[in-house]
């Protein structure tokens, strides 16, 4: 069916005052700190609004009790806000929205001022219209259609999860009174919302290339200013610095503690270092193609990869030739920049190409998850399998062999965001060599199967009943007890085989860790790691990350120095629909970015930071899970965005001084 023959779709607004329609069912949504799953929520969301339905018109009684609490609330100041919001089937209107051009409401404000958001919310993004009306004024406006597939990620283009109204007013006094008339779904030709270069087609913003030559014109000119930027005092040939304290120079990065119990990297000349970078500094984060008919002006040709999948768009690596004019061009300006800017290291993910360099310090990056049959569960895979041990010794060879004589690598991270707070490591197969340790440990434990049984809460009949448990299985009082031995038993193999397999093939090179998520597992599993790794690494998504649950990392982990693996805050502007989660201004990330290196560096065990990530991330999503938002240090053209150069360089300038002074 084409646009033109497609009908009008009138909500039915009642759904959103019926209590029926509250019931909690399961969505996909994008998460703050990365990647995206699913999640409970009810079809009808009303937050300090309270429906009822009149003549086929949604009457809201709004009463929000006033700022909000929590992490973020003590950052801004907040609107008072009242919402309502609906799935697309509860409102009765189509799961695909393809062929409709806009959404259109009529409100009307009863009472008192209010101002109106009309949202459609995608699996990672919102489209919103807002109107600001005035006691008794009815308004009617729409949210155009173009940009759906940019709030979606790499879920279908066109099947947002629903519509959301939101009630803002600034004065006290009682509740206000609101009439939503109508909402209507309304078809219409629908234009591509991402241009040749990956930007958003129906916005505008300082320096938004328009061809080809925009992108050169910008390349000159910054090489025209790069060399006049005045060099980051008091630095070493490897970024080190060179106005504190001097540690033995060993020609590799290792980690020491000075004479007031500081923690730093010292640098191959025995220079203090703190590893300060970004993430992902590669030309190849890839959109899919597929299922996207009409969304892109010109995508570059499509592309298959064995990681990422079929049928793929790298706007960014088109860019950066057709900028450049090669990959080697491209890195050698990076490093220009990374210089003049301050950073210091090329942290996880980068490109081959940009690790092959000797002007700044890199770190390299191994994943434990292959063979896909020693997998147990999630990311977890059976350390106690000789065809893991084999894999992940070809790994390490082929990896860190190259590298072992390399004074530019500061060290090795292995893994990234496992599961540490839900191993369920009885999960694994009936085959797994796990199965056979689980036993072994039991048996350990246990000189009877009756004894056994009465701890777990099983009544098993002998001891392959016990190697077949599943994690469910275990109700008794001793359940957690078992379990926790489980995991302490993989988690210190897992980390034991990685340390010597790292220090075999790269023994001058520190071990980095696994980089941790920053809600800390089990105590014991960080104490185990405590007595393996050089450095714990942990990705903190905070605003300002807080220094009470570092501490308690540090000393949990036997007073490890820290290294925050990835942090980021995404930008709200023009260049991108906002995520479902809070997003920033350019002046608030100028702000908070030297905000959160600051706090990390007068940490005395916090020794580097890295922001995630180098590029803006495609604006329908990476292909690997569709996150799709403003949080480079360059947009998707290469350009870099201004306020994040102003806040890498006041953090080079004074990090060092920072970290100096912390107690």
């Given at each position: 069916m084409t646009a033109a023959a497609l009908p009008a779709v009138s909500a039915t607004l009642a759904h959103l005052a019926d209590p029926a329609f509250r019931v909690v069912s399961e969505r996909y949504e994008g998460f703050q700190?990365?990647?995206?799953?699913?999640?409970?929520?009810?079809?009808?969301?009303?937050?300090?609004?309270?429906?009822?339905?009149?003549?086929?018109?949604?009457?809201?009684?709004?009463?929000?009790?006033?700022?909000?609490?929590?992490?973020?609330?003590?950052?801004?100041?907040?609107?008072?806000?009242?919402?309502i919001e609906g799935t697309s089937e509860v409102l009765g209107l189509p799961r695909d929205w393809t062929g409709y051009a806009c959404l259109r409401a009529t409100v009307r404000a009863d009472e008192a001022p209010v101002t109106v958001d009309l949202t459609v919310v995608g699996a990672r993004g919102r489209l919103t219209e807002a109107r600001t009306l005035t006691p008794g004024q009815t308004e009617t406006w729409a949210v155009g259609l173009d940009d759906v597939p940019l709030?979606?990620?790499?879920?279908?283009?066109?099947?947002?999860?629903?519509?959301?109204?939101?009630?803002?007013?600034?004065?006290?006094?009682?509740?206000?009174?609101?009439?939503?008339?109508?909402?209507?779904?309304?078809?219409?030709?629908?234009?591509?919302?991402?241009?040749?270069?990956?930007?958003?087609?129906?916005?505008?913003?300082?320096?938004?290339?328009?061809?080809?030559?925009?992108?050169?014109?910008?390349?000159?000119?910054?090489?025209?200013?790069?060399?006049?930027?005045?060099?980051?005092?008091?630095?070493?040939?490897?970024?080190?610095w060179t106005g504190g304290p001097r540690f033995e120079?060993?020609?590799?990065?290792?980690?020491?503690?000075?004479?007031?119990?500081?923690?730093?990297?010292?640098?191959?000349?025995?220079?203090?270092?703190?590893?300060?970078?970004?993430?992902?500094?590669?030309?190849?984060?890839?959109?899919?193609?597929?299922?996207?008919?009409?969304?892109?002006?010109?995508?570059?040709?499509?592309?298959?990869?064995?990681?990422?999948?079929?049928?793929?768009?790298?706007?960014?690596?088109?860019?950066?030739?057709?900028?450049?004019?090669?990959?080697?061009?491209?890195?050698?300006?990076?490093?220009?920049?990374?210089?003049?800017?301050?950073?210091?290291?090329?942290?996880?993910?980068?490109?081959?190409?940009?690790?092959?360099?000797?002007?700044?310090?890199?770190?390299?990056?191994?994943?434990?998850?292959?063979?896909?049959?020693?997998?147990?569960r999630a990311s977890f895979y059976d350390v106690f399998d000789p065809r893991w041990v084999s894999a992940m010794e070809r790994i390490c060879a082929d990896t860190l062999g190259p590298e072992r004589d390399n004074p530019w690598m500061l060290g090795i991270f292995v893994d990234n965001e496992k599961p540490w707070r839900g191993m369920r490591l009885l999960e694994a197969g009936p085959d797994a060599a796990l199965r056979d340790e689980w036993l072994a440990l039991v048996r350990?434990?246990?000189?009877?199967?009756?004894?056994?049984?009465?701890?777990?809460?099983?009544?098993?009949?002998?001891?392959n009943d016990v190697r077949r448990l599943r994690e469910d299985d275990l109700t008794g009082p001793g359940a957690a007890g078992l379990s926790e031995a489980l995991e302490d038993h993989y988690t210190e193999a897992y980390f034991r085989i990685i340390r010597d397999m790292v220090k075999r093939h790269a023994p001058n090179h520190l071990y980095l860790g696994c980089r941790y998520v920053s809600g800390m597992p089990r105590e014991n599993l960080i104490a185990i790691a405590g007595k393996y790794v050089d450095v714990l690494s942990v990705n903190c998504y905070s605003l300002?990350?807080?220094?009470?649950?570092?501490?308690?990392?540090?000393?949990?982990?036997?007073?490890?120095?820290?290294?925050?693996?990835?942090?980021?805050?995404?930008?709200c502007g023009p260049r991108q629909a906002p995520p479902l989660y809070p997003s920033f201004s350019a002046e608030e990330r100028r702000k908070y970015y030297p905000a959160y290196d600051r706090e990390v560096a007068s940490w005395p065990y916090g020794i580097g930071s890295h922001w995630f990530q180098h590029c803006d991330q495609p604006l329908t999503g990476r292909a690997r899970d569709g996150e799709n938002q403003t949080i480079g240090i360059v947009d998707i053209t290469d350009r870099p965005h201004p306020e994040m150069v102003e806040a890498v360089r006041e953090i080079a300038d004074n990090m060092y001084a920072w970290h100096a002074a912390a107690t």
């Open positions: 700190a990365g990647g995206g799953g699913k999640v409970a929520k009810p079809a009808v969301r009303a937050e300090h609004a309270e429906a009822s339905v009149a003549d086929g018109k949604l009457r809201l009684r709004l009463d929000h009790p006033g700022r909000p609490e929590g992490h973020w609330g003590q950052f801004r100041d907040f609107p008072r806000t009242t919402l709030v979606q990620g790499n879920l279908p283009a066109r099947e947002p999860t629903g519509v959301r109204f939101a009630f803002q007013y600034e004065a006290e006094g009682p509740p206000r009174a609101v009439t939503v008339e109508s909402l209507t779904l309304e078809p219409g030709p629908v234009a591509p919302c991402v241009d040749r270069f990956g930007q958003r087609r129906s916005a505008d913003w300082p320096g938004k290339a328009r061809g080809v030559d925009d992108l050169r014109h910008a390349l000159q000119e910054e090489r025209g200013s790069l060399p006049h930027v005045p060099p980051v005092p008091d630095r070493s040939r490897f970024g080190g120079a060993t020609g590799f990065f290792r980690v020491v503690q000075d004479d007031n119990g500081r923690w730093w990297y010292a640098d191959p000349e025995g220079h203090p270092f703190l590893s300060f970078g970004c993430t992902g500094v590669r030309p190849h984060e890839p959109t899919r193609l597929t299922g996207r008919a009409g969304v892109f002006e010109d995508p570059p040709p499509a592309e298959d990869d064995p990681e990422f999948g079929s049928n793929l768009a790298r706007f960014y690596q088109r860019n950066v030739i057709e900028k450049h004019g090669s990959l080697e061009a491209w890195r050698d300006h990076v490093l220009a920049r990374f210089r003049a800017w301050g950073y210091n290291t090329i942290a996880n993910w980068s490109h081959p190409v940009m690790l092959d360099q000797r002007q700044v310090p890199h770190v390299q990056t191994i994943e434990t998850k292959q063979p896909a049959e020693c997998q147990l350990k434990r246990h000189d009877s199967l009756e004894s056994f049984n009465r701890e777990a809460g099983t009544t098993c009949a002998d001891w300002v990350p807080e220094r009470d649950r570092f501490d308690a990392w540090h000393a949990v982990s036997g007073g490890r120095p820290i290294q925050i693996g990835e942090h980021q805050l995404p930008q």
